[in-house]
């Protein structure tokens, strides 16, 4: 019983098995953006671990051996036995190959974030002794993997979407290669995993962030949308608070303004007229409340005319008129007796 307990709970724990394959991989044609030497490598792991003793006496012939599994598809054996090379022989010219080889087996095995990690680790020790651009693309693969793809399937349950776990994956390719040309779209998807979560502040924060650090005017247009769609939800989920509507409403502007040819223009342009009609119907109510409820006539009055200077087009703008010109004889006759 125990054991299938345990069963269960790792085919909960491990993500739906898409098309990895599928993910976008930038081409390897792409120019480097960060400067590594040899000479800023950090301390790295020193030491014979027991569980990870190496077989050999040599980090040559344990290398070698560790591809031999590899090339037999003993994924496991040769994660070791890279892994083991790495920990006895971390200053040796094949320890970056060998930690290389350690995270593209892991990929292998589907241990997504763990090989994201094994790569991450050539960042943090081995700069300047891998194919920089490679291991980007890879790492940039695993994040998308595991932003677009479900998480504990299992029979007929297809699991629930948790885009979050790419989060800290983006914010260190991002960290690692500041000005790599897939920066922006890293920014990007932080934003929008956050969108996704209904986290519309943070979405709001990241999508920025792209607008005020890249120039990529496919991704800034998008950044831009997504801003005002974001802006948008949290002024009609505060319909009290001004700033926030006022900020929606200059977003779309905005967008609509700098992307003019945009294909998503015709429905910013409905969103904004639907926000300033929502606006200016709360406005012509709040002085209704006070002019028929409240029965505060000068209130009333203050309420109509700041109506009418921000919505005088408006279908309500008639009426208010109206409620105006009676509002100012009533208080002028209430003030002569």
């Known amino acids: 019983m125990t054991q299938l307990f345990l069963l269960l709970v ?9 098309s990895y394959d599928s993910m976008p991989t930038p081409p390897p044609s792409s120019p480097s953006t960060q400067n590594q030497s040899k000479g800023d490598k950090a301390q790295v792991k020193r030491g014979i671990h027991w569980y990870r003793s190496p077989s050999c006496a040599t980090a040559a012939e344990q290398m070698k051996l560790a591809g031999q599994f590899h090339r037999e598809k003993r994924y496991r054996k040769a994660a070791n036995a890279f892994q083991a090379l790495v920990y006895a022989w971390p200053d040796s010219p094949e320890a970056p190959l060998a930690q290389f080889e350690l995270a593209r087996v892991q990929e292998e095995r589907e241990l997504y974030t763990k090989a994201f ?8 020790y081995y700069p300047g002794q ?5 291991v980007l693309g890879r790492q940039f693969k695993i994040a998308n993997y595991l932003m677009s793809t479900r998480k504990g399937s299992f029979l007929f349950f297809p699991g629930f979407e948790a885009p979050e776990r790419a989060i800290p994956l983006f914010e260190k390719i991002i960290l690692n290669a500041p ?7 890293c920014q990007l998807n932080i934003g929008i995993i956050h969108e996704l979560n209904e986290e519309e502040e943070e979405a709001v924060a990241a999508f920025e962030i792209v607008q005020n650090r890249y120039n990529d005017e496919t991704i800034l247009a998008q950044a831009s ?3 005002a769609q974001c802006l948008t939800k949290l002024c009609r989920n505060r319909p009290n608070d001004e700033n926030a509507c006022n900020a929606a409403r200059a977003a779309l502007v905005q967008f609509i303004r700098t992307y003019p040819d945009h294909e998503k223009v015709p429905e910013s342009r409905a969103t904004l007229s639907k926000l300033n009609d929502e606006q200016a119907r709360r406005a ?3 002085a209704r409340y006070y002019d028929q409820i409240a029965h505060r006539p000068k209130a009333a009055l203050i309420a109509y005319e700041e109506f009418l200077k921000k919505y005088a ?3 309500c703008a008639g009426p208010a008129r109206q409620r105006i ?5 009533d208080i002028n006759r209430h003030e002569k007796k």
């Open 284 to 286: 012509f109510e709040l």
């Open 130 to 134: 891998f194919d920089y651009r490679d």
């Open 225 to 227: 949308f997504r801003e």
């Open 313 to 315: 087009s408006h279908e």
């Open 10 to 18: 790792l085919l909960w724990a491990s993500p739906c098995r898409a």
């Open 325 to 329: 010109e009676i509002l100012r004889k």
């Open 179 to 185: 000005t790599w040309n897939y920066a922006a779209t």
């Open 117 to 124: 990690d094994e790569y991450q680790y050539l960042f943090d």
